[in-house]
T-cell receptor
Framework: NAGVTQTPKFQVLKTGQSMTLQCAQDMNHNSMYWYRQDPGMGLRLIYYSASEGTTDKGEVPNGYNVSRLNKREFSLRLESAAPSQTSVYFC?????????????????FGPGTRLTVL | GEDVEQSLFLSVREGDSSVINCTYTDSSSTYLYWYKQEPGAGLQLLTYIFSNMDMKQDQRLTVLLNKKDKHLSLRIADTQTGDSAIYFCAESPLNTGGFKTIFGAGTRLFVKA
């Protein structure tokens, strides 16, 4: 099993360009996530999809859109890239469990995409 | 609001114990987690603790939870150079339905030979 895969690994964009980051998981997980990681700020949630057919905003959604294409794939789109979007982007998937008693939610992460916007 | 705080850097000598501390704000979280990130890679779950436990031990790792003070710590015994990484504390508040995980900023552990 490949786990969570992301493409591309590296990307350089000019301000105003658009691009889509691709993510796929082969663990049959219902939930998928997009995070950005910036120095000293840890991981911040951009968007998540609790299950196929649903998407919700996270902490920092502005400037991004997402598509849950099917259960396996969850893409992140930058319509008009800005230098403030220079970051490392991680996709993750999980299968929350535990019901009303509390949810165990181990997340499995891809290797990341390093994006630079000039 | 939800927040997880941890110090950014820790430096220890090989063979010593490392203790990484974390404070969190949302007491509704049933599980609290420690993730490890090695250079150039994504995060990987290292260990977790259920909120009704005070301590969990797993080989060289000991997790301590003080629910009253909302304080979580990770102790690594006999720290090795291979333990050099960034360690993230995280919680999944119940009011998010368990879907959202709040991560701290990460503690970068340096192990000196």
């Amino acid at each position: 099993n490949a786990g969570v895969t992301q493409t591309p690994k590296f990307q350089v964009l000019k301000t105003g360009q658009s691009m889509t980051l691709q993510c796929a998981q082969d663990m049959n997980h219902n939930s998928m996530y997009w995070y950005r990681q910036d120095p000293g700020m840890g991981l911040r949630l951009i968007y998540y999809s609790a299950s196929e057919g649903t998407t919700d905003k996270g902490e920092v959604p502005n400037g991004y859109n997402v598509s849950r294409l099917n259960k396996r794939e969850f893409s992140l789109r930058l319509e008009s890239a800005a230098p403030s979007q220079t970051s490392v982007y991680f996709c993750a998937s999980s299968e929350p469990s535990g019901g009303a008693g509390g949810s165990y939610n181990e997340q499995f992460f891809g290797p990341g995409t390093r994006l630079t916007v000039l | 609001g939800e927040d997880v705080e941890q110090s950014l850097f820790l430096s220890v000598r090989e063979g010593d114990s490392s203790v990484i501390n974390c404070t969190y704000t949302d007491s509704s979280s049933t599980y609290l987690y420690w993730y490890k990130q090695e250079p150039g890679a994504g995060l990987q779950l290292l260990t977790y603790i259920f909120s009704n436990m005070d301590m969990k031990q797993d080989q060289r790792l000991t997790v301590l939870l003080n629910k009253k003070d909302k304080h979580l710590s990770l102790r690594i015994a006999d720290t090795q150079t291979g333990d050099s990484a960034i360690y993230f504390c995280a919680e999944s508040p119940l009011n998010t339905g368990g879907f959202k995980t709040i991560f701290g900023a990460g503690t970068r552990l340096f192990v000196k030979a």
